[in-house]
């Protein structure tokens, strides 16, 4: 029951051991073991015992978890008992895609308000959203209730973005532009860079063929 | 010169450095700092002569570095000289949101080939392709001289299809599939999951709440 104590790694495994418990429910399983577990989320059955013990005791040895009770728990510890309100910065292409996606629903999170600061996007019309003038973001966001932004910003205005987030009360942050940014303490950020991915790609490839 | 030296933190911050370079081009400017360069990476100026000294000598002390001579080395020893002909595992939502946001093309990364199991899905035209079935992955991947691969499948699905990428000779794969995948020694893998970042969030939210 120690939340402070769990790093970022150990939080991402539960995301992965949550993937298996939804499998198992679907599959009408009752119950899973830490073998079923580890195999998912890449470690040995010993760390997902470990991982689990963290948040109280769950299982028999040698019965197993029982999958419903064990998905709940991971659930409300992964705070995922709730839905999130999402604000979407930059109506770009990228940006676009991810609304378009909606993959992110089924998870709880929704998309609650879109800012660009381009004039021939603002007013456009997404779905049952307006693209709204990143000026008036601290309004907006207040009357939104948004509490988690994603920047698909290009990378020059991102830093500045990501200040304006913070300044309406945002204190989480995924940043899709392609620039390490800078956040005070208490605001967590997390990175994803699908480029940079493929260029690490294209370098090992590259120099592996010894080119 | 030495690439086999270079990390793959070390990569990702050239691809950092890269965009700092791409932006000074399009600005006409025709030198770049360690500073500037520094910043966008988010580490000290000393660090960005460090990464730099390993592919030559740039640049004068105190005058900064040519850019279109570091921005050309740069994008050599990142393997992006060229175009990559990248196959595509997964038409579905994510896989159609990857396919149509085309940001990678500018990148010269160029979807060759898409695979699905799905009988409603092989046969679809997505632009100037066609949605092939997975089981003539083997076939189309050689005609199509697809040299990476894109896997956008459910979790369960994953392990089979970068079995089978790799089987058809791809040696660089992006997972998006929320799974940790094993590969084999000599190939590179790199993971990006959308949700699992949300849901990192929500659990930093959740706990910084003292909910």
Request: hydrophobic share 45%.
């Amino acid at each position: 029951m120690c939340p402070a104590k769990i790093s970022e790694s150990a939080v991402r495994r539960l995301s992965l051991y949550l993937r298996v418990l939804d499998a198992f429910e679907l599959a009408g399983k009752t119950t899973v073991s830490s073998g079923d577990l580890a195999e998912r989320g890449g470690v040995t059955p010993a760390q997902v015992r470990k991982d689990l013990s963290h948040f109280g005791s769950f299982g028999k040895r040698g019965l197993g978890y029982p999958v419903s009770e064990l998905r709940e728990r991971v659930t409300e510890i992964l705070g995922l008992g709730r839905r999130w309100r999402v604000g979407l910065v930059g109506a770009g292409k990228l940006g676009a895609a991810l609304f378009f996606y909606d993959g992110f629903r089924g998870q709880g999170f929704d998309v609650a308000a879109i800012f660009d600061n381009d004039p021939d996007k603002i007013g456009q019309r997404w779905g049952r959203l307006v693209v709204e003038d990143i000026e008036s973001m601290d309004r907006v966001m207040r009357t939104s209730q948004v509490e988690m932004g994603i920047i698909v910003t290009p990378a020059v205005s991102a830093q500045q973005v990501a200040d304006r987030l913070i300044a309406s009360g945002v204190e989480a942050i995924l940043n899709f532009a392609p620039t390490r940014l800078q956040v005070p303490p208490g605001i967590t950020l997390r990175n994803v860079n699908l480029e940079i991915e493929l260029e690490s790609l294209a370098f090992a490839l590259t120099h592996e063929n010894g080119a």
